[in-house]
């Protein structure tokens, strides 16, 4: 007797049948969109979303900046309705992710997305989770078009294999992965929340509209004005060689991409290490910010501290360095988020911008001339971004605990 394979790993206890194999194309009908002539005006600002890759972002699609009226529906476009399932097939966002999702209410859609209804016995929301069990598959599938956009054949995708159990099994494997779903959409929009919340505050603290007390309940001194230059002196880092660099590396070092890439305002763990011992090492306390970019200079104007001792500290990295007493996680987050423009704008270049110590040195600065009240704005400010880390752990552990089950119930 052959093995029976159209089961998956993990199932409710009440189901026991075998899966039956179709074709996508099988239990879907499809349907192209259209883009209406933007040169008549009438066709666009109505009330119908129109659907592009753009808007194809989260689970469920009810509206877009884009919307369309009634005219230019009829003459261009075509209507998904509600609980429909939208796939783009045509798009440089291709070769990355595969944008879909379902409509939530009736809406219009262009050339590049495909509406597909789904027939019979299946129901729309377990076809949707068999696209996220297949998301990488898809993404196998995807080739060029020779103008630097990602295409999928439909004819292909139509034929892939769609194993389907009962009407019922369809219905609670859907409810529970929902259920899923919606945990990690409340916890997207606590960490987002967090996050506006943070912003908030800073504005408050920082323009001094909201102050901290002392201990003893009594007001911290007025703030005090000075240049950057005043306070901090500049040291340049010098640069790793890129064959020193390793994963089990003798020494923890820092490359100054990392600093807008991977770090946040103050630095927990060093993420790279090299065998090198050269460079310039870090002291407890320094604030660090990248030197180049091939963008603009709002990338550079990011100010991140660390409170650890001889980290080697990579080239284009301007380091600096407190002449006095002083709390760096303050300034770390005084200055990237209060003060971003204003360094932002002495970035020079144009191919490659620059932000060196000694373009920004005199730009003035406006700070608690109390260190206990700088060391209370930096651990209250902290303590907001251990929670956000702490949602953030919670949801990346809530995404792989939905992806371990879509691979374990689906065949």
Not at 23 to 52: C, E, F, M, Q, R
Not at 93 to 111: C, H, R, S, W, Y
Not at 277 to 302: E, Q
Not at 310 to 332: C, E
């Amino acid at each position: 007797m052959s093995e029976v394979t159209n089961i998956p790993q993990l199932r409710f206890p009440e189901f026991s049948d075998e899966w039956e194999e179709k074709k996508l194309g099988d239990v879907t009908s499809w349907s192209s969109g259209g883009t209406p002539s933007k040169a008549v005006p009438h066709y666009w600002n109505g009330k119908i979303p129109w659907i592009s890759a753009s808007s194809m972002k989260g689970k469920y699609f009810i509206d877009s900046k884009l919307k369309i009226t009634l005219e230019g529906l009829k003459a261009g476009s075509k209507l998904a309705p509600k609980n429909s399932i939208l796939l783009l097939v045509r798009g440089s966002m291709l070769f990355k992710k595969i944008p879909f999702g379902l409509a939530e209410t009736d809406v219009a859609f262009n050339q590049d997305v495909k509406c597909l209804k789904v027939l019979g016995e299946s129901t729309f929301d377990f076809i949707y989770y068999w696209f996220c069990h297949s998301e990488n598959h898809l993404l196998n599938m995807v080739t060029g078009t020779g103008i630097g956009a990602g295409k999928l054949e439909t004819s292909y995708v139509q034929l892939m294999n769609v194993n389907i159990p009962e009407f019922l099994e369809q219905e609670k494997i859907a409810a529970f992965l929902t259920t899923v779903d919606n945990k990690i959409e409340q916890l997207s929009k606590k960490q987002e929340l967090l996050k506006e919340y943070k912003k908030g505050l800073m504005q408050q603290i920082f323009s001094q509209a909201t102050r901290f007390k002392a201990n003893d309940g009594s007001d911290f001194p007025d703030w005090e004005e000075k240049k950057l230059g005043d306070l901090f002196s500049g040291i340049k880092g010098q640069g790793l060689s890129k064959g020193n660099i390793t994963i089990d590396g003798l020494n923890k070092c820092i490359l100054y991409g990392e600093l807008y890439t991977t770090y946040p305002e103050v630095i927990k763990n060093v993420v790279s290490r090299t065998n090198s011992d050269d460079g310039v090492k870090s002291k407890a306390g320094d604030l660090l910010v990248p030197c180049s970019t091939t963008t603009t200079g709002i990338d550079l104007a990011d100010v991140t501290a660390i409170n650890e001792d001889n980290v080697s500290l990579g080239g284009d990295i301007s380091i600096l360095r407190l002449k006095k007493d002083g709390n760096s996680v303050f300034f770390a987050y005084y200055l990237t988020h209060y003060k971003k423009f204003d360094l932002a704008k002495y970035g020079q270049g144009s191919t490659i911008v620059h932000l060196y110590y000694s373009h920004f040195k005199k730009i003035d600065l406006k700070f608690p001339s109390s260190v206990e009240e700088q060391t209370k704005i930096a651990n209250f400010l902290s303590s907001i971004d251990n929670k956000i880390e702490q949602v953030g752990k919670q949801l990346v552990e809530s995404k792989q605990f939905k992806k371990a089950l879509l691979q374990q119930m689906f065949v």
